[in-house]
């Protein structure tokens, strides 16, 4: 099992330079977890490549239900106390530490492509392989 953020799961239903990446991730570890924010943020960025016409309205919705269906539907309740803890000691943002908090509070890693959550949790976080 792990943490996935946000910026994994778009790299994982739109197409990307990773997608060869996460084909094996997916191998490797199928169970993924997210804090329950992850849909709202997925929404925002698929909102976003259709604003943009870089996706139609079709393949944001085919990219949201995929990405549902890999997430199990929902996401994880994560506490506020660990989320505000972690943001006592960083400058990162309350969005981005609920995932570090759910991948500490599963003791599993954090796979992010986030450079500051990279730098600031190298404990529990993991950039995408290769």
Same mark, same amino acid.
Not at 14 to 24: G, I, Y
Not at 71 to 95: D, H, K, P, W
């Given at each position: 099992?792990?943490?996935?953020?946000?910026?994994?799961?778009?790299?994982?239903?739109?197409?990307?330079?990773?997608?060869?990446?996460?084909?094996?991730?997916?191998?490797?570890?199928?169970?993924?977890?997210? @804090?329950?924010?992850?849909?709202?943020?997925?929404?925002?960025?698929?909102?976003?490549?259709?604003?943009?016409?870089?996706?139609?309205?079709?393949?944001?919705?085919?990219?949201?239900?995929?990405?549902?269906?890999?997430?199990?539907?929902?996401?994880?309740?994560?506490?506020?106390?660990?989320?505000?803890?972690?943001?006592?000691?960083?400058?990162?943002?309350?969005?981005?530490?609920?995932?570090?908090?759910?991948?500490?509070?599963?003791?599993?890693?954090?796979?992010?492509?986030?450079?500051?959550?990279?730098?600031?949790? @190298?404990?529990?976080?993991?950039?995408?392989?290769?």
């Amino acid at each position: 099992m792990i943490v996935v953020d946000t910026n994994i799961l778009v790299y994982w239903v739109l197409p990307s330079p990773h997608s060869a990446v996460l084909a094996e991730l997916v191998s490797a570890d199928p169970f993924w977890k997210a @804090p329950a924010l992850w849909r709202s943020e997925l929404r925002n960025v698929l909102v976003g490549c259709m604003r943009r016409g870089e996706i139609s309205l079709d393949r944001a919705y085919e990219g949201m239900q995929a990405a549902e269906t890999r997430m199990g539907g929902g996401g994880e309740i994560v506490s506020s106390e660990a989320v505000l803890r972690l943001a006592a000691g960083c400058r990162c943002t309350a969005y981005d530490l609920e995932f570090v908090a759910l991948a500490q509070q599963l003791a599993v890693p954090l796979v992010t492509m986030d450079r500051e959550l990279l730098a600031a949790f @190298p404990d529990v976080a993991r950039p995408l392989p290769g």
